[in-house]
């Protein structure tokens, strides 16, 4: 390994910049404090010391710059976490949401001011319908892990509305089946909406167990939560079957939309019986994952839960675009959000959307599963072993290091780090929990070829290491900002707040 | 192909590589009757076809030019602040943008660091010990809050919570859908009708004989833009035993005492919407919410949160803490489905703090202070004009008018001006505020010059009095 010639220095707390007698901003308004606080009663205002910052801008710009580049970003790094679908995100969907027009407007503008926004909302909402075969989309879940609460919580008002019309008939539902590689958002959600959880076993070939789920159905099911193609990577073939079984039973289909991006135009979740699904526009929709966020999680329905979607959406008559609320939703699950979700980010779909059309919706499913399968089979070929050799891959697969960490007693998260040292972001490790020692590997269809050998040599010369000298892997990373962190330190001191100790 | 950079070749080889003819091969476990078939369906054909950048370009100006750039007076919880040019041009740097949740934390410190400042300074502003690393918004934060209060006032065993209805009417419509189905019942305090501020006697009647309540929501300044006695309803709430989750406008907290000073045990979470600090109005998202508590309600609290620690070496550096807390470990037993947090917002939110500073925070609300005393006494030389709930407030006042809200908004939409938010239609469950009040709430802060207050003021009182005569004349004829 080579030696740095400056090693890499911790970057000091911009709180450890400031001084609070400096004065340098263009930034505020010329104005006396003191003056304007005459207006305000005397037993209100503040008494505690504010102490955030005072640096001047270059120091600022030159803080945040440093700390950008401490980060792996697709931008910089091949990123194949799985699940996530680190895909390019276009920069003209940033500017083209950023113009004044978009971010100016204020929410609650009078509609006559915002035909504009309107008519691009009301366009996405028909385009994610068509691409998804439902009958209606509401856009304002904030996120995925909201958008799979919305679609529980209306699957609850639909049957609590049954039960009101039918109280004999309709039985008490009071569970949700979800498989046991989920994700952990899936049970979380249930109980949120008051659901108990059922969790049903996978079987080797990555379905769902049949008979099991045949006897876990019951007049107690409200519905299940699935992923299609699952959280294993692999399409789940039996899904008409599971979702006539559910309907006899009287319960619904919900759908996580976490891998649309591998059947975009390919299949619609809608034809394979699904009641309500999210879509994560963070994934298939290339918006910014932005360090953890801004998502975006639309839902979409069938023409059951239509009347309880979360409102507002936009609706379209002779006038032009409206809002429609409550007040023509009488039965909706309500608001999510103070206005309709997150509004600059569905813009930034909107334009990927027009951007990508139909013919370039279909190439994602395509190149995204190309490059899924390709990989699979070059890691195999190089004698990885696959959690589903057999099956083929969706947009990710599950690889297991079982035996290197049986033979040179090398975890998967010691591969993870020493791939950070080599330049790639780690696969999503360890889920799901199901299978040991697993990667889940997603390189997305804006990966070229030549990018994707490049990993695979990677990950063949980490296995060698692994074999010749272990502790490259166990002690890695060596080449970043830090080394292994002490989350046990991390949670057991907690330190979460440079004034806590200073107060 | 768009953003798609195999040639025909590799396409070619890599299919050779995985054994198969063709791409649509590879979806061959997908069963057929399932598959888009366009000779029986649409398939994706409503969807235009794919468009060029610079016609995608020229398709979004023409729809953004067409909303304009209105002179904004609307405020109720998304407010209008002079945004610092170099924040966006920093936050979308791609190492902000396009990274993902810190998992990796070796390889994602700039991140870590960015939410460790972002923590360290909510917390300060409010005062309380500890900040998580931020939620999805405002309302569905003050949701969360609820929760978390629910959960950590084990002694109260209840499930009430106090919810006065000068918290704004879609925050709380937002609460009652996320809390509803476990539950939990919000029970209104009625306001006082002089002051718009919280009615203690009808609070002290919500008690029911004593009957145990988990917290009591105090917005500060509320939604009419009053000031609320907040030491007063927390040393009430803090008597019987209940938590006090403050809700507050974080500009405002650079001169109004911080939550973890109220009374004389300061609120147990503080809640609030962050986009007031660096995130443009942008049609109400993404925003993002802020929530702080006591260090002992630390383990109670929902969402992501960083800690700092040291690597091997001893070296300091920032990673995700109290996981076992959240959905990923947790799953059913989560104290939240949430996922993610604002990233994004969180870092734009600590660029803003830090380029503002101290300093700079305060001359921004001591100027939102200014302006709206100004603008109020402009309009108070119209006679038609009220003031129902007086001008003790921070950036924001309601004003009664003699004709209707909607056409006056109407009109002044028709001069490019968002004259601010029509309350009579907003309270539509709301037992305090009539619908024929006609009452409008407008907002004004350090964007505004003194030309555009009088401009905005003339405007208002000249189409008030030409609504007004027009109507009187209808009635005459009629």
């Not at chain 1, 299940?224 to 319960?251: C, Q, W, Y």
């Not at chain 1, 309709?340 to 779909?349: D, E, Q, T, Y």
């Not at chain 2, 309380?128 to 969360?144: I, K």
């Not at chain 2, 000031?227 to 989750?245: F, M, N, P, R, S």
Request: contains cysteine.
């Amino acid at each position: 390994m080579s030696k740095r010639i400056i090693e890499q220095n911790a970057e000091t707390l911009i709180f450890e910049l400031s001084d609070q007698n400096r004065r340098s901003s263009s930034l505020a308004p010329d104005i006396d404090i003191n003056d304007a606080c005459n207006n305000l009663p005397e037993h209100l205002q503040r008494k505690k010391k504010l102490q955030l910052p005072q640096v001047g801008e270059l120091q600022v710009v030159r803080h945040y710059t440093r700390l950008s580049q401490k980060n792996f970003s697709i931008d910089t790094h091949f990123y194949p976490l799985g699940s996530c679908t680190m895909k390019y995100n276009p920069r003209v969907c940033n500017t083209q949401a950023q113009l004044a027009g978009f971010t100016s407007r204020h929410p609650m503008a009078h509609s006559s001011m915002s035909q504009g926004v309107m008519s691009c909302m009301f366009d996405l909402q028909n385009m994610l319908m068509e691409a998804t075969g439902m009958k209606q989309v509401s856009l304002t879940p904030m996120a995925g892990a909201q958008g799979e609460f919305a679609g529980i919580a209306m699957i609850r008002a639909y049957h609590d509305h049954n039960k009101e019309l039918q109280p004999d008939k309709e039985p008490e539902r009071s569970e949700i089946i979800v498989p046991d590689a989920a994700h952990g958002t899936n049970p979380a959600t249930a109980v949120m909406s008051g659901y108990k959880v059922k969790e049903i076993p996978t079987n080797d070939q990555g379905d769902i167990d049949i008979d099991a789920l045949e006897k876990m159905i019951g007049p107690q099911t409200a519905g299940i939560m699935l992923t299609n193609p699952s959280t294993l990577g692999v399409f789940e073939r039996k899904i008409k079957l599971i979702a006539d079984m559910i309907h006899k039973a009287g319960g619904l289909l919900y759908y996580d939309g976490a891998n649309l991006n591998a059947i975009l135009g390919k299949v619609k979740p809608g034809d394979m019986g699904f009641d309500v699904i999210h879509m994560n526009l963070h994934k298939t929709f290339s918006t910014p994952h932005g360090g953890g966020g801004p998502g975006s999680g639309p839902i979409g329905v069938s023409e059951r839960l239509q009347p309880f979607v979360p409102v507002p959406i936009v609706g379209r008559n002779e006038q032009g675009y409206y809002w429609i609320t409550e007040k023509q939703l009488p039965l909706s699950i309500g608001r999510l959000s103070a206005w309709m979700g997150n509004v600059g980010i569905l813009l930034r779909a909107y334009i990927y959307a027009l951007l990508l059309g139909r013919n370039g919706m279909v190439r994602v499913a395509d190149f995204a599963t190309l490059n899924a399968n390709y990989l699979l089979k070059r890691l195999m070929e190089a004698d990885f072993e696959m959690a589903f050799p057999e099956r083929r891959a969706s947009n990710e697969f599950i690889l297991t290091l079982r035996k290197e960490a049986k033979e040179y007693g090398t975890t998967a998260m010691d591969f993870a780090k020493r791939l950070l040292d080599y330049g790639y972001h780690a696969p999503t490790t360890y889920f799901p929990l199901l299978v040991p020692e697993c990667f889940l590997i997603e390189p997305t269809e804006t990966e070229s070829r030549d990018d994707l050998d490049a990993f695979v040599e990677t990950l063949i010369k980490i296995r060698d290491e692994a074999e010749q000298s272990p502790n490259l892997l166990k002690d890695a990373p060596f080449e970043l900002p830090v080394r292994r962190l002490d989350d046990v330190k991390a949670a057991r001191e907690l330190d979460l707040n440079f004034y806590y100790s200073k107060c | 192909m768009p953003y798609i950079p195999h040639t025909p070749n590799e396409v070619e080889e890599m299919l050779r590589v995985i054994g198969a003819e063709s791409i649509d091969d590879l979806f061959d476990e997908i069963p057929q009757e399932l598959r888009i078939d366009l000779e029986k369906s649409t398939g994706l054909n409503p969807i235009p076809l794919g468009k060029s950048e610079m016609a995608v370009q020229r398709q979004l100006s023409e729809k953004a030019m067409l909303d304009g750039t209105p002179l904004c007076f609307a405020g109720g919880g998304a407010y209008e602040h002079h945004i610092p040019a170099a924040l966006w041009e920093l936050a979308t740097r791609g190492e902000f943008y396009s990274a993902y949740t810190p998992y990796q934390a070796e390889a994602s410190q700039g991140t870590l660091q960015v939410i460790y400042e972002f923590q360290s300074m909510i917390a300060n502003l409010t005062a309380m010990d500890v900040s998580n690393a931020s939620l999805y918004d405002g309302a569905s934060g003050l949701a969360e809050a609820v929760l978390m209060a629910v959960r950590a006032n084990r002694k109260a065993k209840s499930k009430r919570i106090l919810m006065p209805e000068s918290v704004s009417p879609v925050y709380r419509q937002v609460v009652e859908t996320i809390v509803k189905n476990q539950g939990i019942t919000l029970e209104l305090i009625a306001i006082d009708q002089t002051t718009g501020t919280i009615n203690r006697e009808h609070a002290q009647q919500q008690l029911h004989n004593d009957a145990a309540f988990a917290a009591l929501v105090i917005p500060q300044p509320n939604y009419f833009g009053s000031l609320e006695e907040v030491h007063q309803l927390t040393d009430w709430a803090y008597k019987q035993g209940a938590l006090v989750i403050a809700q507050v406008n974080p500009t405002a907290l650079a001169l109004l005492a911080a939550p973890g000073n109220w009374g004389e045990n300061g609120a147990d979470i503080a809640v609030g919407e962050a986009q007031p600090l660096g995130i443009p109005l942008s049609s109400g998202g993404p925003y993002i919410g802020f929530i702080a508590c006591k260090q002992k309600l630390v383990r109670q609290l929902p969402g992501r949160i960083v800690g700092r620690t040291v690597d091997l070496d001893d070296k300091p550096g920032f990673t995700l803490t109290l996981q076992a807390r959240e959905q990923h470990i947790r799953r059913s037993k989560a104290t939240s489905n949430i996922c993610t947090n604002q990233g994004l917002l969180a870092t734009a939110v600590t660029l803003y703090l830090s380029f503002l500073g101290t300093d700079g925070l305060q001359k921004v609300a001591a100027s939102c202070v200014a302006n709206t005393q100004k603008l109020i006494a402009l309009l108070e030389k119209s006679p038609e004009i009220k003031f129902p709930f007086g001008k003790t407030v921070f950036h924001e006042f309601v004003v009664q008018l003699d004709v209707s809200v909607d056409s006056v908004l109407e009109r002044l939409a028709e001069e490019d001006i968002v004259g601010g938010i029509n309350l009579s239609q907003q309270q539509v469950a709301s037992q305090s505020v009539d619908a024929n009040k006609n009452q409008l709430l407008i907002c004004v802060t350090e964007t505004k010059t003194e030309e555009e207050l009088r401009f905005f003021s003339e405007t208002l009182i000249a189409i008030c009095s030409e609504i007004s005569s027009l109507s009187n004349s209808e009635g005459e004829l009629s």
